[in-house]
Structure formats: C-alpha cells, structure tokens
C-alpha cells in the first residue's frame, strides 16, 4: 500500500481506505478503481493524500470495529471543525454536547478493548483530529477507572476544547517544536473559553490543570490527581495522541514505544491512568506482527494482560513458541517493537495464528 498526494492520483488506482462523507456515509469503498469523476470530486474534500493498494496487493483484512471507528472519526472531525470555528467566532456551537455523549456512548465503559487507528494529518486538520482522538482516548481511560457520567461528560467536553487555541495559529510542522507558540494557543484557548457564554466551571478548570502539568513538564502530576484527575488523564491521552499521530513530516512513535515512555516517567504521567489506558486498547494481541531483539521477527498469539510487554510470540526464526514473560523459555528476549504497514496498521497473519492457536 503506497500514499499519493490528491494531484497525483489517476484514473484506475486502487483505494486501499475507505472515503465518508461528513454524515458517515460510504462514499468510495475499499479497492474501489478511481475516475476521473471520483479523483475530481476528491480533491474537493480537501484531503492531502490517499492510500492506494499496488496492482497486484490483496486487499488487507479490516474488522468491523476498524470500520466503525474510521467512520465515526470522518464524521466527528467534520462536526467538532464546525462547533471550533462556531466557538472561536463567538457564536453558540451547532452539536457539542451531541458530539461528546456519542464519543461517550461509543467508547467509555466498553467490556473490550478498542483498536485505536491513527490517520495521516494534514496542517490544516492536525488540530481537528487531535481533539476529537484525544476525546476517544479520554473517554476510554475514564471508563476504565469508573468516573461517574457527570465528572467523564465535563472531562471528554474539555477533550474536544483543549486544543481550540491552535486552531489556525500553529502550522502543524512547528506544532510540536516552538514552546513560544505553543503558548500563545494555551492562552488563546482559556481567551476563547473564558469568553464563551455557559460554559461548564468544570470543563475550564480541568483545561486549566493539564496547562499547568505542560508548563510544569508534569512536575506534580500526584498533586493533580488529587486535586483534578481529569487533568492528569487529559494530560495523558494528549501525550499518547501526539507521539503517535500520522504526520507528513515525520514517522510517529509506534503505540509499544509511546505506551513505553509513558510508563518511564511516573513522575510526569500519572501510572494509574497509564494502566487504564493499556486496558483500553489493543496493542498486543494475537495476530500481531512483533520484532524481538537479535534481529528476530514473530507473532503474537498470545496477551499477557499483566504485562503487554511480554506476549507469547511465535518467532518466525526458529517456529517455537516463547513466553517473553518466562525467562526459561525466553532466555534473553525481548520486545522491541510492532511491525508495521505503510498505513500504520499492525501486520495481521490471521490463517497462521489460527493454526497455532488450535494447537495450543
């Protein structure tokens, strides 16, 4: 699968993602050959880039929760575009709290885990997407540590605001690098919050906190847990969405080496939410294609849900089985990394898992 800038697409190529409309409509499916109508009406959607399936690819396998969860980002980064530029303007925003009991009703106090799907940001919707995954993600955490439905409805409100600031300031290719802009957008969000009528004393003050863990680089995050541990979640899933976010100018960071960082640094992010992240979303799990340290590549058949870190891995080196979490049968090895596709999806080898999971 190959990324192609809209200017270069033709007549013939092969869609590897699907295409929705702002209302969650199937537009153009997967392995759908483009036109010259299509490529036309594309490049109106303001898109930078597609993916495309290479002429003799398979197409890749897509479950029915990755289908359900690039639906609901297309429409919710169309509804919270509108409701930022509304509130920026200071004008009442069209679908707000719709949009924040749908992220609500979809990904707090789910019984699995989610497959969180990073898609490739353009500058001009770096920030949309941002807020709306962040929302997901802090939806995800606060159900995992049961927050009552008014404290998880104000923290994932704050979510989809934390950002507003940036919004048209910062170019996404200096987002992450000035400090001065970085700033500035802090203190534009609390400018356009402040000045927006009815809004929620709660929503604000956790925006206020997780500022204050940026400006301090987590120093006193144990505080912040105390005093507000919706700032210390928010200030989590912001962090995770940043590290690995698809961007145009740079590789991001793979969800075991983010997740790795985030647990490096007790004294920044707050390990209790840490943890309910890890519970709330695949990483691990059987199907995925691993690389082990001496150069050895395997699957995954196998979570340890006391530590991700340490599947059962089938090594493709030498066809045995090994418990990373053993070091009998693992000896010295170690994970390092997640192997993955050209669009940032996990290698899946579904037909061997399954043969080796029967056989244990």
């Known amino acids: 699968m190959l990324f192609y800038k809209v200017d270069d697409l033709k007549p013939g190529m092969r869609l590897g993602k699907p295409i929705y409309n702002k209302n969650g409509v199937l537009l153009y499916d997967r392995d759908t050959k483009l036109t010259m109508q299509a490529i036309y009406g594309i490049k109106n959607f303001g898109l930078m880039g597609l993916y495309i399936l290479e002429p003799a690819e398979p197409l890749p396998p897509m479950t029915?929760?990755?289908?359900?969860?690039?639906?609901?980002?297309?429409?919710?980064?169309?509804?919270?575009?509108?409701?930022?530029?509304?509130?920026?303007?200071?004008?009442?925003?069209?679908?707000?709290?719709?949009?924040?009991?749908?992220?609500?009703?979809?990904?707090?106090?789910?019984?699995?885990?989610?497959?969180?799907?990073q898609n490739l940001r353009s500058k001009d919707d770096y920030i949309y997407k941002h807020s709306i995954n962040v929302a997901i993600l802090t939806a995800v955490i606060a159900g995992k540590m049961n927050l009552n439905p008014s404290r998880l409805n104000a923290l994932v409100k704050a979510a989809l605001l934390h950002d507003c600031g940036a919004v048209g300031t910062i170019p996404a290719m200096e987002e992450e690098e000035d400090q001065q802009l970085r700033a500035a957008a802090r203190a534009k969000t609390l400018e356009i919050l402040r000045s927006y009528g009815n809004m929620d004393d709660n929503v604000l003050r956790t925006i206020i906190h997780m500022q204050e863990l940026y400006v301090n680089n987590g120093n006193g995050v144990s505080e912040a847990v105390q005093n507000n541990v919706e700032a210390a979640i928010l200030f989590v899933a912001d962090a995770y969405d940043r590290m690995t976010a698809m961007k145009s100018f740079e590789e991001p960071t793979s969800e075991v080496r983010a997740l790795r960082m985030l647990l490096e640094e007790p004294e920044r992010f707050e390990p209790r939410v840490v943890q309910a992240l890890i519970q709330g979303i695949n990483v691990l799990y059987p199907g995925v294609c691993v690389e082990l340290s001496d150069h050895i590549q395997g699957l995954v058949i196998l979570e340890n849900k006391e530590d991700i870190f340490k599947p059962w891995v089938l090594s493709f080196r030498d066809n045995k089985i090994y418990d990373l979490s053993n070091p009998r049968t693992c000896g010295n090895l170690q994970l390092i990394d997640i192997m993955k596709t050209m669009d940032n999806r996990i290698k899946l080898d579904p037909d061997l898992l399954k043969q080796y999971s029967q056989s244990e």
């Open 64 to 117: 029915e929760d990755d289908i359900n969860f690039e639906r609901f980002q297309t429409m919710a980064v169309f509804s919270i575009k509108e409701d930022l530029q509304l509130i920026i303007a200071g004008k009442k925003d069209k679908g707000l709290d719709w949009l924040c009991s749908l992220v609500i009703k979809n990904y707090a106090n789910l019984p699995r885990k989610i497959t969180f799907i």
